[in-house]
């Protein structure tokens, strides 16, 4: 009896003497052995922090165009939204009209309330008011390929925002550019704040609307981050569209408390919005609002969204987009349009805002571009050192 536990002792040790050589991340130790931020892939950790580190500051100046053609005066541009109960949406728009007002320019919003059919309507109507430009604001243009080949036979620009997935021109679907922060930046940074918040260790769950594309796309470049280290897991993938989110999220968010428990740590959201809806579910199962689940949204920014960050009520952070900025963006793209001149190529850094840098702001607003955009519409040129005026 004694030599067997002599030998059961012995095998016990031999093992953890080799587990503490194989295991973890690397050749670090296991994490039984060791605290979490030395067992939970050191290296992708380090990148995690400096790069968030790098995106949460605030002290930043207008790095986009400085240089471009003069206001070309009496223009029309007609606002095609994909659902005006998007916030990023709905804050692109609002840019739209205060750079429409700055340049002197006419601007009408239509809304196509998150179906297909809606926004194929409001594409038509827009075509048929013969605007001088038309903004995709935030669905696939390819949904809406008649619509877009009676403006490219009308002559009319087609400027969108998230409309594709990458930045600037497009030449399938056609459009002049196409305004958004880098999709790979957004997804990689709101990846890295788990990995840097969790010191490696979370158990995550994703919101998207695989309906949209760009969406999907940042939903999967998320996790492929994610699995950078193998210390942060993906529980779930909850698909809910946008416009049904305020329905469908809170019974979500229910069923994955009940499922997973403790083990959901964190979450990432393509949009905001998905976190104003899951509140009420989370207090009513007793998570406290600072976390856990501490909960990122990948994308837009909304005021509600800084509003709960700043209070710590069930959002912990934002990569938002500048969303005034893009509205002022698409105005300038469609004054270049209109004087033949080549898209600015600008496109925006992507931010991280948290309750410790967000300074009680409603919105990521950047300093500079109000200035600078007026600036060269009234023919105010600056030197410039980079292509196509963005130094």
């Given at each position: 009896?004694?030599k067997?536990?002599?030998?059961?002792?012995?095998?016990?040790a031999l093992?953890?003497?080799?587990s503490?050589?194989?295991g973890g991340?690397?050749?670090?130790p296991?994490p039984a052995?060791?605290?979490?931020?030395a067992a939970?892939?050191?290296?992708?950790?380090?990148?995690?922090?400096?790069?968030v580190?790098?995106?949460?500051?605030?002290?930043?100046t207008?790095n986009?165009?400085?240089a471009?053609?003069?206001?070309?005066?009496?223009?029309?541009?007609?606002?095609?939204?994909?659902?005006?109960?998007?916030?990023?949406?709905?804050?692109v728009?609002?840019g739209?009209?205060?750079?429409?007002a700055?340049?002197g320019w006419?601007?009408?919003?239509i809304d196509g309330?998150?179906?297909?059919?809606?926004i194929q309507?409001?594409?038509?109507?827009a075509?048929?008011l013969?605007p001088?430009?038309?903004v995709?604001?935030?669905?696939d243009?390819?949904?809406?390929?008649?619509?877009?080949?009676?403006?490219?036979?009308?002559?009319i620009?087609l400027?969108g925002?998230h409309a594709?997935?990458s930045p600037?021109p497009?030449?399938?679907?056609?459009?002049f550019?196409?305004i958004?922060t880098?999709?790979?930046e957004?997804?990689?940074?709101?990846?890295?704040?788990?990995?840097?918040?969790?010191a490696?260790?979370a158990?995550?769950?994703?919101?998207?609307?695989?309906?949209?594309?760009?969406?999907?796309?940042?939903?999967e470049?998320?996790?492929?981050?994610?699995a950078?280290?193998?210390?942060?897991?993906?529980l779930?993938t909850?698909?809910?569209?946008?416009?049904?989110?305020s329905q469908?999220?809170?019974q979500?968010?229910?069923?994955?408390v009940?499922?997973?428990g403790d083990r959901?740590?964190?979450?990432v959201a393509i949009?905001?919005?998905?976190?104003?809806?899951?509140a009420?579910a989370?207090?009513?199962?007793?998570r406290?609002?600072?976390?856990?689940?501490?909960n990122i949204?990948?994308?837009d920014?909304?005021?509600?969204a800084?509003?709960?960050?700043?209070?710590?009520r069930?959002?912990?952070?934002t990569v938002p987009?500048?969303l005034a900025?893009?509205?002022?963006?698409?105005v300038?793209?469609?004054n270049r349009?209109?004087?033949?001149?080549p898209?600015s190529?600008?496109v925006?850094?992507?931010?991280?805002?948290?309750?410790?840098n967000?300074a009680?702001a409603?919105s990521?607003?950047?300093?500079g571009?109000?200035e600078?955009?007026?600036r060269i519409w009234?023919?105010?040129?600056r030197a410039?050192?980079?292509p196509?005026?963005a130094?």
């Amino acid at each position: 009896m004694y030599k067997n536990r002599n030998s059961v002792l012995a095998a016990a040790a031999l093992w953890a003497a080799v587990s503490a050589l194989v295991g973890g991340c690397g050749n670090g130790p296991s994490p039984a052995a060791a605290p979490p931020t030395a067992a939970r892939c050191p290296a992708v950790l380090a990148e995690a922090k400096a790069a968030v580190g790098r995106a949460e500051r605030s002290d930043l100046t207008w790095n986009g165009p400085t240089a471009g053609p003069e206001a070309v005066p009496d223009k029309t541009v007609v606002y095609v939204a994909q659902t005006m109960t998007n916030p990023g949406v709905a804050g692109v728009a609002a840019g739209v009209r205060e750079a429409a007002a700055a340049i002197g320019w006419q601007v009408r919003v239509i809304d196509g309330g998150g179906t297909p059919a809606g926004i194929q309507a409001a594409l038509s109507q827009a075509v048929t008011l013969k605007p001088s430009g038309i903004v995709i604001g935030g669905f696939d243009p390819r949904l809406t390929a008649q619509q877009v080949a009676r403006a490219e036979a009308a002559g009319i620009p087609l400027i969108g925002w998230h409309a594709v997935s990458s930045p600037g021109p497009s030449s399938s679907p056609r459009l002049f550019t196409n305004i958004t922060t880098k999709v790979e930046e957004v997804a990689g940074i709101s990846a890295d704040w788990v990995i840097a918040r969790s010191a490696g260790d979370a158990g995550v769950v994703v919101f998207t609307d695989d309906s949209i594309p760009f969406a999907r796309h940042k939903a999967e470049l998320i996790k492929r981050r994610l699995a950078d280290c193998p210390g942060v897991r993906v529980l779930a993938t909850e698909n809910i569209p946008i416009p049904d989110a305020s329905q469908r999220t809170p019974q979500q968010v229910s069923s994955l408390v009940s499922r997973f428990g403790d083990r959901w740590t964190h979450s990432v959201a393509i949009n905001d919005l998905y976190f104003a809806d899951a509140a009420p579910a989370l207090r009513a199962a007793g998570r406290p609002g600072a976390g856990p689940p501490f909960n990122i949204g990948a994308g837009d920014g909304d005021p509600s969204a800084f509003q709960r960050i700043s209070s710590r009520r069930f959002q912990a952070a934002t990569v938002p987009e500048p969303l005034a900025q893009q509205g002022w963006q698409i105005v300038d793209e469609f004054n270049r349009a209109f004087a033949a001149r080549p898209a600015s190529g600008y496109v925006a850094p992507v931010h991280v805002v948290t309750a410790e840098n967000s300074a009680g702001a409603t919105s990521w607003d950047p300093r500079g571009y109000r200035e600078a955009y007026q600036r060269i519409w009234r023919g105010e040129q600056r030197a410039v050192s980079g292509p196509m005026g963005a130094r």
